[in-house]
């Protein structure tokens, strides 16, 4: 009798070390899958428009050409910011090369150290969506009329293109690059392909691009041209992981080695639901599987979304009925910056 209560208090042991060996194994693997979220909450008296990461701060653009700064420490609006952005009407700002450059009125300029946007006066050099150490890679987009993604060898200088309609982000894993593209036109619709070799796909070059509208003139007499009709139309040298309709990615980015993405999903007549829903989704065989549902946040984006990184992460704005605002993914966070709209 003592030897069974020996042996079976042996097995309880063993039996509880497998099972805090279990707990703590769910705790590492949930620890490297999910990452820090957080919330907060503002008012604003009309939309965001685009916002960038900068030296600490979140700058944010509104729809009236007037920037304010968010602090990424402390989460706050730096009131005693002051800058001549609504005088010469920003329409967009973006980093380049460790500098804040804006657009407005047909003209570029940059941030200087007094905060005063200032005209750049030298040649502007091309802005590459993505570059790695063999490539540089360009964008365009036409909106529903299409898109183009551009590969660049920086040794040849030749360029290969591909469809892209439109580029939300590159990343590059294992040697190949994974492209997610989305457009919120219509219901919406989203596309994630990848690219193993850019010199296998088709060679790019513009004389042909002429070419081919110069015999659409001849064909055609009354052909004056239109939106898109320069963006690249090859599927060569891609494979095609998603192609969805009726969602719209608003943002993709990485952590500990996975691809996440932000799934806006919006009515649907053939399910008769007709709200618009929002998910944290990872790619699993060749299907977006939804991680996580954050339609309470009330994210969901009704216009097309402005992507932007900075020298701390990334960011994608948002804008529905009640609210704008701009999510945020960086040093392992993703943070939601919600401003409710005023309505007078």
């Known amino acids: 009798m003592f030897w069974w209560r020996k042996s079976n208090d042996i097995a309880m042991k063993n039996l509880y070390l497998i099972v805090i060996m279990l707990i703590i194994g769910a705790l590492n693997a949930q620890s490297q899958t999910t990452f820090i979220k957080e919330y907060h909450n503002y008012t604003i008296d009309t939309n965001i428009r685009v916002v960038v990461p900068y030296k600490g701060y979140f ?8 920037i304010f700064i968010v602090d990424y420490k402390t989460n706050k609006i730096d009131s005693s910011y002051q800058d001549n952005s609504k005088n010469i009407k920003l329409e967009d700002i973006y980093v380049k090369n460790d500098t804040l450059i804006g657009f407005g009125n047909y003209t570029r300029f940059y941030l200087n150290t007094n905060n005063n946007w200032t005209t750049l006066q030298k040649p502007f050099s091309p802005q590459y969506f993505y570059q790695d150490d063999n490539y540089y890679i360009k964008s365009t987009c ?7 993604l551009y590969f660049i060898d920086k040794q040849t ?7 892209c309609t439109c580029a939300i982000n590159v990343h590059k894993q ?3 690059y994974l492209i997610t593209a989305s457009l919120a036109h219509m219901s919406g619709f989203t596309n994630i392909f990848q690219i193993e070799d850019p010199s296998k796909l088709k060679f790019h070059n513009q004389d042909s691009i002429k070419k081919a509208a110069v015999k659409r003139k001849k064909l055609q007499p009354m052909y004056i041209g239109t939106i898109g009709d320069d963006e690249s139309k090859s599927i060569k040298g891609t494979k095609q992981l998603i192609d969805s309709i009726g969602i719209t ?3 993709s980015f990485e ?3 996975k691809i996440y993405y932000l799934i806006n999903k919006g009515p649907s007549w053939k399910t008769k639901d007709y709200n618009f829903h929002v998910y944290i989704d990872t790619l699993k065989d060749f299907k977006l599987t939804p991680l996580e549902d954050i339609t309470n946040l009330n994210i969901s984006n009704y216009n097309s979304n402005a992507n932007r990184k900075g020298d701390i992460g990334q960011t994608s704005t948002f804008s529905n009925d009640t609210n704008t605002g701009f999510v945020y993914f960086g040093n392992n966070k993703f943070v939601v910056y919600s401003f409710l709209k005023k309505h007078n």
């Open 59 to 66: 700058y944010c653009l509104k729809s009236n050409h007037e």
């Open 142 to 148: 036409s909106g529903e009329w299409g898109g183009s």
């Open 157 to 163: 200088k030749k360029q290969y293109e591909c469809i």
């Open 174 to 176: 294992d040697g190949k």
């Open 249 to 251: 990615c608003e943002m």
């Open 255 to 257: 952590y500990n080695s």
